[in-house]
T-cell receptor
Framework: SAVISQKPSRDICQRGTSLTIQCQVD?????MFWYRQQPGQSLTLIAT?????????ESGFVIDKFPISRPNLTFSTLTVSNMSPEDSSIYLC????????????FGDGTRLSIL | GIQVEQSPPDLILQEGANSTLRCNFS?????LQWFHQNPWGQLINLFY???GTKQNGRLSATTVATERYSLLYISSSQTTDSGVYFC??????????????FGAGTRLAVHP
């Protein structure tokens, strides 16, 4: 199964600033996804990171707030822009392997706190 | 869209006890995953189980796809089993690949 590395693992940021989270997979994967987990809540999909094209965002999430890049099959970034305390969450990257009906594997997440 | 419901929402066990967690889903699915989120926030794959039964040590899972539910069994619980257990099912994505819809989770605390 794919090993997914995320960094940073945690950060404390000032409101109004932006932070970019990196996600690296150790093998080629088809799909990469970004999820948000607000405190005490379940995971919610932010967007699907598409290689070489614009990400596909879920309802309630917009590109200006969460720009995503995926320059190749094994790497993606998520930027949380103009942060406010409401953005304090765990952000997780996931990926599925080649072939149909593959399980999703998750990185360890980035725990973000906004002051 | 598809709905995923987990029960119970909270569970407290004494070490050594057994438990059953349930996941109901509102539509047909072609796969289902169980995850354990430990107290440090790491999300660990437990089972990928579209149907049937799988076992991994003290844990086992059964999915009855025709009746739209899955069960996760934890036997002889240990304090390290504490955390939140999520089930997740795919929702068809327009690109032909599945995105996961997560249940609200079952929060488990195992006391010594």
């Amino acid at each position: 199964s794919a090993v997914i590395s995320q960094k940073p693992s945690r950060d404390i940021c000032q409101r109004g600033t932006s932070l970019t989270i990196q996600c690296q997979v150790d093998s080629q994967v088809t799909m990469m996804f970004w999820y948000r987990q607000q405190p005490g809540q379940s995971l919610t999909l932010i967007a699907t990171a598409n290689q070489g094209s614009e990400a596909t965002y879920e309802s309630g999430f917009v590109i200006d707030k969460f720009p995503i890049s995926r320059p190749n099959l094994t790497f993606s970034t998520l930027t949380v822009s103009n942060m406010s305390p409401e953005d304090s969450s765990i952000y997780l990257c996931s990926a599925t392997g080649l072939g149909g009906n593959q399980p999703q594997h998750f990185g360890d997440g980035t725990r973000l706190s906004i002051l | 869209g598809i709905q995923v419901e987990q029960s119970p929402p909270d569970l407290i066990l004494q070490e050594g006890a057994n438990s059953t967690l349930r996941c109901n889903f509102s539509d047909s699915v072609n796969n289902l995953q169980w995850f354990h989120q430990n107290p440090w926030g790491q999300l660990i794959n437990l089972f990928y189980i579209p149907s049937g039964t799988k076992q991994n040590g003290r844990l086992s899972a059964t999915t009855v796809a025709t009746e739209r539910y899955s069960l996760l069994y934890i036997s002889s619980s240990q304090t390290t089993d504490s955390g939140v257990y999520f089930c997740a099912v795919p929702s068809i994505y327009s690109g032909g690949y599945n995105k996961l819809i997560f249940g609200a989770g079952t929060r488990l605390a195992v006391h010594p």
